[in-house]
């Protein structure tokens, strides 16, 4: 399918358990973003890419980790979960300025 | 630093009601303006957006004036419908510095409009 997808939509965890959120997208957009949406704090950026191999912190980094071997994926991983960290997880890729988001991951930990 | 403060919400509309969404920003050089809009359950979609001062943005009977004089990015809509019930974001994107993909967004206004 064309566009930028997220897997999985849902998922439940356990505290201290390690996580992965899949991102990917088929324009071959150089820039990619991790946001984490909140009630009262609206989207908050995690973690961006500008292209393969080069990635930056956000506002809110934190626990999380990325990687961008392919310009396509853009996995963000928790490594060690934690309930602050439940949250709906939106990943995004750019272009001229505009970004298109996927639909989103909640992440439940428990 | 960048920064956008839109109304709080909710907004609660009738429908046909005239719809305004005050957004103002704080940036450094010359940043693009955008609205998003988020429908229950999806992700963000681009509604509209302008990339300099005093230009205009409009789609789906949504408008905003990129107001450099007054930092502001309000949207407006003359006659709202029930399907325009969602979540309305403000963003900028700086030029500064190079990362003009990054946006700096506000916190979202919750529209609802009652049949």
């Known amino acids: 399918d064309a566009g930028i997808t997220q897997s999985p939509r849902y998922k439940i965890t356990e505290t201290g358990r390690q996580v992965t959120l899949m991102c990917h997208q088929t324009w071959s957009h150089s820039y990619m973003f991790w946001y984490r949406q909140d009630l009262g704090h609206g989207l908050r950026l995690i973690y961006y890419s500008a292209a393969a191999d080069i990635t930056d912190k956000g506002e809110v980094p934190d626990g999380y980790v990325v990687s961008r071997s392919k310009t396509e994926n853009f996995p963000l991983t928790l490594e060690s979960a934690t309930r602050s960290q439940t949250s709906v997880y939106f990943c995004a890729s750019s272009a001229l300025g505009e970004q298109y988001f996927g639909p989103g991951t909640r992440l439940t930990v428990t | 630093g960048n920064s956008v403060t839109q109304m709080e919400g909710p907004v609660t509309l009738s429908e046909e009601a005239f719809l305004t969404i005050n957004c103002t920003y704080t940036a450094t050089g010359y940043p693009s303006l955008f609205w998003y809009v988020q429908y229950p359950g999806e992700g963000l979609q681009l509604l509209l957006k302008?990339?300099?001062?005093?230009d205009k943005g409009s789609n789906k009977g949504f408008e905003a004036t990129y107001r450099k004089e007054t930092t502001s990015f309000h949207l407006e809509k003359g006659s709202v419908q029930v399907s325009d019930s969602a979540v309305y974001f403000c963003a900028l994107s700086s030029n500064s510095g190079g990362s003009n993909y990054k946006l700096t967004f506000g916190k979202g206004t919750l529209l609802t409009v009652n049949p």
């Open positions: 302008a990339t300099k001062a005093d």
